[in-house]
Structure formats: C-alpha cells, structure tokens
C-alpha cells in the first residue's frame, strides 16, 4: 500500500482515537503523520522529526503517544513543551479532543492565566501536560508538578524555544525528570543550537525530515517586489490593492513598526489591526478574533507575536522589509500553504535589501524559485482594477439573463456610450 492511500484506519490505534478522528473528519494522514505511524518502533525510541510549519506534526505525536499510554493512571506521563501560550493551548485542545474517549485529562501551564486553576488541574489527575517553559518551570520549582511520573517529552518547536531565550529553562526541566523513556523533538528548522540541546538530552535519536531545502515549499508561490526605498510605505499599499489578500499576515521588524504601519493602514481604508508583546492578552485574543471573524483581514505582527497563532487560510504571507535570517524568512512563510491548501509568501524590499536577501539564500544554498517583480506603480493599479470590475460585471451577467434584452436595445442607441459611462460611473 503507498504512502498516498493510507488511513488511519490502516495503523494499530485504539478504536477510541479511530472514532474520534472520524468525528473531526480525518480520514488520511498526513506525510509527517505517515512516518511517525508506520515505524512501530519509534515508540521506544527518541526521535527528531524536521517538518514544515503546518505539515500536520501534533497528530503526529499526540496520535502515537496516547495510543502508548496508560489513561487510567491519574498522573503526568506525557509533557509537551510550546514555544508561546497560544500554540500550547492549540495543542492542549487537539489532545483532549483526540483523547477524550480514552479518558486523557489535559493540564495546560502557560503564563499570563490563573495559577490556581492550573494546579487544581494537576490535582485532579491530568495525565498529559502542556506548557511554556516559563511556566511549566515554575511549577516544577514550587512542587506543584511532580515529573517523576513523566515517561515522553516532546519538544516542539525546539528551534523556536531557543530563539525565544528558553534554553536555560528547557535544560532545567529535562534535567528534573529521570524515568523519561523517550524524547522526541520537532522542529521546521536545524540550527546548531538545536543539533547541540539534541545531542545533549536525547539518546542515539532516530531522525525524519521531510525537508530537503527549508525554502522550497510546493503549496506556496514565492514574490519579491522591489519598492522605492525612499516610499515603502506607498510600495506596500500598492501591493495590497495589487494582491488583494482575503486574509494576510503582515511581518515587521519590531514592535513600534507594527503598530504604526497598522495605524497607517486603517487611516487610508486598509481593514488591518497589529499584534505585538506590548500588547496585553486579551487585546491579541481581540485581534485574533477580529481577523478570523473578518472585521479585518491583515494582522500586522512581529515575529515573535504570530509564532504559535492557530489561523486558518492565511491567503498571504507578507514580508515587509529584510528577514533576520532565512530561518525566519522559513518560518513567516510556513503561516499560508498549511495543510494542502495554496498560499503566496512576499518578500517587499529595496533595491539594497535585495541583494542582502539573494546573499542570504545563496550562502544557505538555497534552490528556492522566486519571482522578482517591481511594485506595480498607480497606472498598472488602476489597469488591473478595471480588469476585475469588468470581471465581476460578466459573473453578474451570466448568473442572471434578466437584462439582456434590455442591453441589447440600449446597445443599439445612438447615445449607447454615454448610457454605458453612466452605468459604471454609478456603479
């Protein structure tokens, strides 16, 4: 049987997670989720998976490590460290949607919400943790987690949580637990420092990758347009009338920027809001629910505030000045183009800025194809707006042909032509 035509009814799960995966809907899995499956043996291994953002990869250990565990026993065994509160809480939510029937109780350990709650969780028998290291720390420090009981790591993102200045946590806590029978770490990207934390606390690991160049990624079309360096602003906003995303990721450089280009957007017409660190909780849950409720449909984020955001069908990935590095580049694009689904990353950068990128990809050996393109100037604009009205006008008029007779006997008028300048000035 290839690879295309599994399901998850072919893999030895227990039938409480076969029914809840026909419950969501799932039927076939994913590649990331094929290779963890379908070696039996990875299970009494430590593994290290290198997948793209988006490529399915928390099936791909929930799946495995609650089919393993014992879900009577009312104590830690499984621990999943998040580099950010939002992507642990999505992963606590497919845990305990996955495990719900098999009686898997989920405790969540993230900074910024109740303590209390978080320890009566733990009291109360929660089997599988997942955390921030902050957090997930602190409670190792005040007893409140005991981790003797834990026998599965899981690391994800690792590559994100040491770019996040989680080192020294992460080491704590890995060296806090002594009866750990597998680690497994997943991450986009394989910095040194994540080969180094690999080599350090896990054993002889088996490794997957399903990346062979970290820029290349087939459901993502590529663009970089050169914008005037002394008018980026108007370079940007010409490309968002040009693209005319339905739902886009917008990345600046740092947190002032976010905000102000946000603030700028919304003052020509632009439906944009920003999330950035200066922002409290509930104003990036209010931003979050306004993008996926589409009251906007650009959120202007820095790195660090979109990493672990759960947003589906980000039509448009834009980058908005020089990436730090081609790990970040990876990583902002990785937001479109998830699960199957088409997506367009863009890079808007200056004439400089450019040869700084193609450096950049060069020297990391890089076979990405991208596109390189001029932003379109106000005529060009103007042109393409034309195209999609007169496009829009034919959809109308083949949904219906209420009218037709009627344009055709307008049509033979002598004054047709100002007839048909009247029409689209009122339209």
Sequence with gaps: MTQETKKFADFDLRPELLRALERKGFETPMPVQVCVLEDETLIDSDIIVQAKTGSGKTLAFALPLINSMDPKTREPQIIVLSPTRELAQQTAREFAWL???????VATL??????ERQIRSLRDGANVVVGT???????????????????????????????????DEMEAILQSMDNVERTWLFSATMPPEVMSLARQYLNAPKKISLVTDITSHEDISQ????????????GLTNVLIWEAPSRALLFCGTRAETQDIADKLCDIGFKATPIHGDMSQRERNSALGALRGGRVNILVATDVA????????????IQFGLP????????????TGRAGHEGSNMLLLTAREAKQFRFMASNAGSKMKMEWIPAPDALEIEGQARIRFEKTLLEHA?????????????????????LVSGLLAKA
């Design 99 to 105: 495990g719900s029937e098999c009686g898997v109780r």
């Design 110 to 115: 993230v900074g910024g919400l109740d303590m």
């Design 133 to 167: 290291p902050g957090r997930v720390l602190d409670h190792v420090r005040r007893g409140t987690f005991k981790t003797s009981s834990i026998h599965s790591i899981v690391l994800d993102e690792g590559d994100h949580m040491l770019d996040m200045g989680f080192h």
């Design 223 to 234: 663009k970089a347009y050169i914008i005037p360096s002394r008018r980026r602003f108007e």
């Design 306 to 317: 979109a990493r672990g955001l759960d947003i589906d069908a980000v039509s448009h990935v």
């Design 324 to 335: 730090q590095n081609l790990e970040s580049f990876v990583h902002r694009s990785g937001r």
């Design 398 to 418: 083949l949904e219906s042909d209420e009218f037709q007779s009627w344009a055709e006997e307008l049509l033979t008028r002598d004054e047709a032509m100002m």
